[in-house]
């Protein structure tokens, strides 16, 4: 079973258009972190989240955090084809990642 | 550049073959992860080291797979007698600290096997 489960697991939009991916867990975390892939490259940094609750803006991209600290959000604003990549949430000291969302932004 | 390196960027090599991997963390980050990836899944936890002290190995990792650092800077990943299975891209992290939330994983651009 995985820790984490995140979806959509792929997700194919229109430049401009709005999107939220979502990671999920019946696991309650102490922070919960947020990269993204691009194609032959290692994951990148986005945004860590700590409380519970916690909205963070990073440009066009909105993280959040669940009440309960087992779950989190990211809600992308007006798509561009540059944010295409594979989004990962990630917990824990040992780093352990979820499923990942692929997400094609179409121009 | 002072990043994650590691070498090679790519290998094929035949089932049954042995195969090592290197990695080089950034100077001053005392822990190292290793990570298996398959094309649009997540990265998938092998093992992570504090320094030297391998502190943490994955249930999933057979004992086929070894890894090391032995003076805490580069490691070593080696699999031994490989498998169609083990095609994938292997990625190494390394960080500055404990405390996950003060210190992200910087990620090489890992190392793709191809097992034929």
């Known amino acids: 079973t995985q820790l984490l489960e995140q979806s959509p697991q792929f997700l194919s939009i229109q430049e401009g258009e709005n999107l939220t991916v979502y990671c999920n867990s019946s696991s309650v975390f102490s922070s919960l972190q947020w990269y993204r892939q691009e194609p032959g490259e290692g994951p990148v940094l986005l945004v860590t989240?700590?409380?519970?609750?916690e909205v963070k803006k990073l440009k066009r991209l909105t993280f959040q955090f669940g009440d309960a600290r087992k779950d989190s959000s990211l809600h992308i604003t007006a798509a561009q084809p540059g944010d295409t990549g594979l989004y990962l949430c990630?917990?824990?000291?040992?780093?352990?990642f979820g499923t990942g969302t692929s997400l094609t932004v179409i121009p | 550049d002072t990043g994650v390196s590691q070498d090679p960027r790519h290998k094929i090599t035949k089932r049954g073959q042995n195969v090592t991997f290197r990695c080089d963390p950034i100077s001053e980050h005392n822990r190292l992860y290793w990570y298996r990836q398959t094309l649009g899944q997540g990265p998938e936890f092998l093992t992570y080291?504090?320094?030297?002290?391998?502190?943490?190995k994955s249930r999933l990792l057979s004992d086929r797979f070894s890894a090391e650092r032995p003076k805490g800077s580069f490691s070593t990943l080696e699999i031994q007698r490989t498998e169609q299975g083990d095609s994938a891209m292997y990625l190494c992290a390394s960080s500055l600290g404990v405390d996950s939330y003060n210190s992200p994983l910087h990620f090489g651009n890992g190392t793709r096997l191809t097992v034929t």
């Open positions: 080291f504090q320094n030297e002290a391998q502190l943490e």
């Open positions: 990630a917990v824990g000291n040992q780093f352990y």
């Open positions: 989240v700590v409380t519970g609750g």
